[in-house]
Nanobody, 127 residues
Framework: QVQLVESGGGLVQAGGSLRLSCAAS????????MGWFRQAPGKEREFVIG????????VYADSVKGRFTISTDNAKNTVYLQMNSLKPEDTAVYYC????????????????????WGQGTQVTVSS
């Protein structure tokens, strides 16, 4: 029903930057939040950053605050994840997802709240 397509992953040295994109199409929610999650081998999937389309609220994981930022292109239904000062521990498959927003500034951290997911894009940070 909802199609999410990530792009922009790759290999980068520690201290470098990458920008990931997530484009949404199909029968999207009228009011929604967009979230980024990541999963490293042998680790649980974890919340990275989330954004409310309607309220403009951004929620950060402590591990990325000050290094990662989020921006949007509303006309293209696209959200961008700008990743700066990358560390080897940032290495993971990154997923974008969308959740129905029940109220203004609804930005859940739990992956169970997100209904549709992208295919993931690999980010590898070398030391």
């Amino acid at each position: 029903q909802v199609q999410l397509v990530e792009s922009g992953g790759g290999l980068v040295q520690a201290g470098g930057s990458l920008r990931l994109s997530c484009a949404a199409s199909g029968r999207t929610f009228s009011y929604s939040a967009m979230g980024w999650f990541r999963q490293a081998p042998g680790k649980e999937r974890e919340f990275v950053i989330g954004f409310s389309w309607s309220g403009g609220t951004t929620v950060y994981a402590d591990s990325v605050k000050g290094r990662f930022t989020i921006s949007t292109d509303n006309a293209k239904n696209t959200v961008y994840l700008q990743m700066n000062s990358l560390k080897p521990e940032d290495t993971a498959v990154y997923y974008c997802a969308t959740a129905r927003a029940y109220y203004a500034n609804y930005v859940p951290r739990a992956q169970s709240e997100y209904s549709y997911w992208g295919q993931g894009t690999q980010v590898t940070v070398s030391s």
